[in-house]
């Protein structure tokens, strides 16, 4: 056990080529998920939140239950749409990062849309009478609450960011954990665990509990310098 | 009762008062139900004349609500709410708890010009000069939510003014200023009105209601129990529930008398 955690920290500190690029890769895909989920779920949580339509509720908590999807499943789903023989099979995306990209979104974007949801109907319900009663259309007061609770979305963001690098049902169905290429830190430290190099294995633990806290520490760090300016 | 409201000497005669678009402000067997409750149990009043109109009465009468059903925020459960001939009229509200947005002061003012369609600079110079009105010129950078309990009242005073509305609702303004600030607030309001803004003005302050109101409304669970000109309602009140409230007793003893 010590010995594995001392060659851990040695591949750590010669910053093994293989770790490195791994990292960036799942830090790649996690990010530009999460970025795709934030453009799509935050605008769909905020409307969500301010227009009243039949089936609202229903709607509400469809999201909310989606928070929970599976990760494996969404890769199930993604995986049928991309194979050669799915609808989507033509574009050649299985087993790249493209692919990989593609189900985190879907992972995240359920995610991202029912927490803004919650964080902006609880302003809307503080600030929801004065924006109607200025005559701004829904979009518009959308925009305006999100702007309000810009700093709790932070916290959103990173609950998605933390869901997408942390999971591995949906990068390893779609991704295929082809070396050198769709191989992420978490199905990279499943497999080498399984291979039996658990020094590897821990090394990239280490590196992915790093990135989670160096990705949380930057947010916090500007949201607590934004919030001094705007409170 | 409403029927003719004659005009208040405590304001100099203003020949070119513009005809206000919003008036009459018909307000016709108003019912508003929350759940069980009737909060608002067949309201009639009709607003003829220009000014400041007070809507006094005790807590929980259904002041707020009122003003949220002229507002066009609720929608009555049964009556109507008629304001003017039915053209569009601009109109602001100034809440009873000040909503301000995370963003500097002079950008929550701004906000309320947003629907006029105006050119950068104009809104710029509007918003300068709305919070100059109220003080807080200096204060025009400063996050809003930074503000104090008066300064947030009256930041959000500005912004209803800002658009230059022609119907200007009020609840309680003065609530919690100073009274430097109440003064200086109040001379706004009547400064307003003066300009041919036809202002409802819901107020506890009964020596400000006698300085600003032309006419005064008085409700008592959900109703307008007596509706007239300022110092016959605030010195000779008719109804027992006016007398009630208007002499400080609290109203569910009143209520117990009067019924
Ligand atoms: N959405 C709602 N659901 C349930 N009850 C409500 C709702 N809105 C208002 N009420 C009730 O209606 C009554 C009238 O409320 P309103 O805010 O109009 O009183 P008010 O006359 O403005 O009183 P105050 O002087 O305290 O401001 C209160 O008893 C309040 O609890
Ligand atoms: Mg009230």
Redesign the interface.
């Known amino acids: 056990m010590v010995e594995t955690l001392a060659e851990s920290v040695a591949r750590l500190a010669s910053l093994d080529r293989e770790v490195v690029a791994i990292a960036w890769l799942s830090l790649r895909v996690s990010l530009t998920a999460v970025l795709v989920g934030a453009l799509a779920g935050i605008p769909l949580g905020a409307l969500v939140a301010v227009v009243r339509f039949p089936g609202r509720q229903a709607l509400v908590g469809l999201l909310n239950a989606s928070m929970g999807l599976p990760p494996v499943i969404v890769g199930l789903v993604i995986y049928l749409l991309l194979s050669r023989s799915g609808p989507l099979g033509p574009l050649g995306l299985l087993f790249t990062p493209a692919a990989m990209v593609a189900a985190q979104s879907v992972l995240v974007t359920p995610l991202i849309a029912a927490l803004t949801r919650q964080i902006v109907a609880d302003a809307e319900a503080h600030l929801g009478d004065q924006l109607r009663s200025l005559r701004l259309p829904p979009w518009r007061r959308a925009g305006l609450l999100v702007f309000d609770v810009r700093f709790s979305l932070v916290t959103a963001i990173l609950a998605a960011f933390g869901r997408a690098i942390s999971e591995i049902g949906a990068v390893l169905v779609v991704g295929g954990n082809i070396d050198g290429f769709t191989r992420t830190m978490t199905t990279a430290i499943s497999l080498e665990t399984q291979k039996g190099d658990l020094a590897l294995a821990l090394a990239l633990g280490l590196v992915l509990i790093g990135l989670v806290l160096l990705v949380n520490a930057a947010a916090t760090i500007l949201r607590a310098y934004a919030v001094r300016a705007y409170g | 009762m409403s029927a003719a409201i004659p005009p208040n000497p405590s304001l100099p005669p203003n020949p070119s008062l513009p005809p206000n678009p919003s008036l009459p402000l018909r307000l016709d067997g108003l019912v508003y139900r929350a759940g069980p409750k009737t909060i608002i149990d067949g309201l009639d009043a009709t607003i003829a004349a220009p000014g400041i109109t007070a809507l006094i009465g005790p807590n929980g009468a259904g002041k707020s609500v009122t003003l ?1 059903l002229i ?1 066009g ?1 609720l929608r009555p459960d049964a009556g109507t709410v008629r304001i003017g001939e039915g053209a569009p009229v601009r ?3 100034l ?1 009873q708890r000040p ?1 301000l ?4 002061a002079a950008r929550n003012v701004a ?2 010009l ?2 006029l369609g105006l050119e950068r600079r104009e809104r710029a110079a509007r918003t300068r000069a709305a919070l100059a009105r109220v003080g807080l010129l200096d204060r025009a950078d400063d ?1 809003a ?2 503000f104090s309990g008066g300064e947030q009242q009256r930041l959000a005073l500005a912004r209803a003014l800002v658009g230059e509305p022609q119907l200007l609702l009020l609840d309680e303004p003065t609530a919690s200023l100073d009274p430097a600030a109440t003064e200086r607030i109040e001379a706004v309001v009547a400064e307003i009105a003066r300009g041919g803004t036809k202002v409802i003005l819901v107020s506890h302050n009964l020596g400000q209601v006698a300085r600003l109101a032309d006419d005064v409304v008085v409700l008592a669970r959900g109703r307008a129990v007596e509706h007239g000109p300022m110092a016959q309602v605030v010195f000779q009140p008719k109804t027992a529930q006016a007398r009630a409230y208007l002499k400080g007793e609290l109203p569910w003893t009143a209520y117990a008398a009067a019924s």
């Open positions: 949220r507002d925020l109109r602001a509200f809440f909503a947005l995370r963003a500097s906000l309320a947003a629907p996050p939510t930074r």
